[in-house]
């Protein structure tokens, strides 16, 4: 079992900007691609961004594609979601998911999540 940790959640208003973050604990992430879910109460969770093990591909869903950015440093054994200009509706747990090394291939290794809540 792989063991994510996420971090970097919080209280943000509309505009604002947080970066989580996606840490592995007792393996190494560079042969897993990371994909960060989402999920508000009520919703079904959505995947929302996703890079693969090298990091030579990325992809983003619509509701959040040229506002927020997936990056890894497979030195530091992390990945990174930069959220921009978030807005209320963003509001939801995001997760980090691994599980083959391309994000084609199922997730099934999750983190608890960090909380994201966008309110003025």
């Known amino acids: 079992q792989l063991v994510l940790v996420e971090s970097g959640g919080g209280l943000v208003q509309p505009g604002g900007s947080l970066r989580l973050s996606c840490a592995a604990s007792?393996?190494?992430?560079?042969?897993?691609?990371i994909g960060w879910f989402r999920q508000a109460p009520g919703k079904e969770r959505e995947r929302v961004a996703c890079?693969?093990?090298?990091?030579?591909?990325?992809d983003y869903a619509d509701s959040v594609k040229g506002r927020f950015t997936i990056s890894r440093d497979n030195t530091k054994n992390t990945v990174w979601l930069r959220t921009n200009s978030l807005k209320p509706e963003d509001t939801a747990l995001y997760s980090c998911?691994?599980?083959?090394?391309?994000?084609?291939?199922?997730?099934?290794?999750w983190g608890p999540g960090t909380q994201v809540t966008v309110s003025s």
């Open positions: 998911g691994a599980g083959g090394t391309s994000c084609y291939q199922p997730f099934d290794s």
């Open positions: 007792g393996f190494s992430l560079e042969y897993y691609a």
């Open positions: 890079i693969s093990a090298s990091g030579g591909y990325t």
